[in-house]
């Protein structure tokens, strides 16, 4: 089959590999119809994320339909058209019993963290889905199947995308007549500020410094923009604007994130995990007593973490990978009811072969791109 394959710093290839087999008698091989690659596989690429042997296989947002099963897989049987949301998760340690389907103990031993589709040795080795094919491990517990009247690109970004903007929203304690600031306008900001108005915020301010994805959330989701190379000192021009600061902040960056040179520096010394400008902007621009939360990938240990900033002021953190699991089914019902319509933000429409260009446009941030979908 074919696959976008990993070959080191912002070097991926497509390539011929071998088709994946069942390998348990719960594991399931779908045959891919649509996939997309997300700004956190750039941290891939970017040298960001440790162990990513050459030639594994990318991707962690897919869908397909159901081609093999596994002897003990009853929840989805062959013909079946399922979305795979990006946790690999047992479905019956402690983590999992308690929908924190992403710390999952049994999908990834040998670390910290729970396993994830296409997201190197650190995070269990699963080949990922930018491919023909995928294997699903537990293939009772993350695979649901969607409706025929859905379209792929209504349904696909519950992979991943939607339910991590929704659950990045609760963590933060986003309510009814909320303030919310969303850093970052990537796929994941722009859905966050969606679900903020859904979850009754009345004021949400959008910060990044790319005009067009500035500008598409202006024009999508209604909010208040602002261009953080153009406004200096933007945290506390938040903090100003709002009188006190907003009482969300929902960082939708990561380690990724615009590095001064001093981080860049240390970064490429592993002395840290990437760039720390959204933490410090979060936290001036909150309010006293207010939360931030964390929904972009960090790593690592940094320096110069503005814990005194958010100790003395009283602010809640919250922060991880999002158990993407166990919202799919509820948000899923959202999309069928059309509260949510994540189609907006697709850019590009491109097929497996042209992978290596999806990812230059995406990684350059070339021809407005904000979401590029792949189709085998």
Not at 35 to 64: Q, R, W, Y
Not at 110 to 133: K, L
Not at 178 to 189: A, E, F, M, Q, Y
Not at 248 to 258: H, Q, R, S
């Amino acid at each position: 089959m074919k696959a976008i394959t990993y070959q080191g710093m912002k070097d991926v290839k497509v390539k011929t590999v071998k088709d994946p087999r069942i390998e348990k008698p719960d594991d399931a091989i779908i045959k891919v119809t649509s996939t997309a690659i997300c700004g956190s596989d750039l941290h891939l690429i970017h040298g960001l994320v440790p162990n990513m042997p050459k030639d594994f296989i990318m991707g962690h947002e897919t869908m397909g339909i159901v081609e093999e099963v596994g002897p003990e897989v009853t929840k989805i049987k062959k013909g079946d058209r399922v979305i795979v949301p990006f946790p690999v998760a047992c479905g019956h340690c402690w983590y999992c019993e308690h929908d924190k389907f992403s710390l999952c103990d049994n999908s990834n031993p040998h670390a910290e963290v729970g396993g994830i589709f296409g997201y190197s040795e650190t995070y269990g080795g699963y080949a990922g889905g930018q491919a023909e094919y995928l294997r699903v491990p537990y293939a009772n517990v993350g695979p649901l199947k969607v409706p025929e009247e859905l379209t792929d690109e209504q349904v696909l970004f519950l992979t991943d995308v939607l339910p991590t903007s929704y659950w990045g929203n609760l963590i933060g304690g986003v309510k009814e007549g909320s303030t919310v600031t969303v850093l970052g306008c990537g796929p994941i900001g722009l859905m966050a500020q969606k679900f903020a108005w859904l979850l009754g915020a009345e004021r949400v301010i959008a910060v990044d410094y790319i005009d067009y994805r500035l500008e598409h959330a202006k024009k999508y989701n209604k909010v208040e923009i602002i261009n953080f190379e153009e406004q200096k000192n933007t945290g506390a021009y938040i903090k100003e604007i709002t009188k006190g600061g907003t009482d969300v902040v929902l960082d939708c960056v990561g380690m990724d994130g615009k590095m001064n040179l001093i981080e860049m520096l240390e970064t490429a010394m592993l002395l840290q995990g990437g760039a720390m400008s959204a933490i410090t902007m979060a936290a001036q621009a909150v309010r006293k007593g207010g939360s931030v939360a964390l929904v972009g990938v960090y790593g690592m240990r940094y320096n110069a973490f503005p814990l005194g900033d958010f100790w003395s002021r009283g602010i809640t953190l919250k922060m991880g990978q999002c158990p993407a699991t166990a919202y799919v089914d509820y948000l899923l019902g959202w999309v069928k009811e059309g509260r949510i319509d994540p189609t907006d933000i697709i850019t590009h429409r491109l097929k497996i072969d042209e992978g290596e260009k999806g990812y230059e446009i995406f990684d350059q941030k070339q021809d407005n791109c904000i979401k590029v979908v792949l189709k085998p």
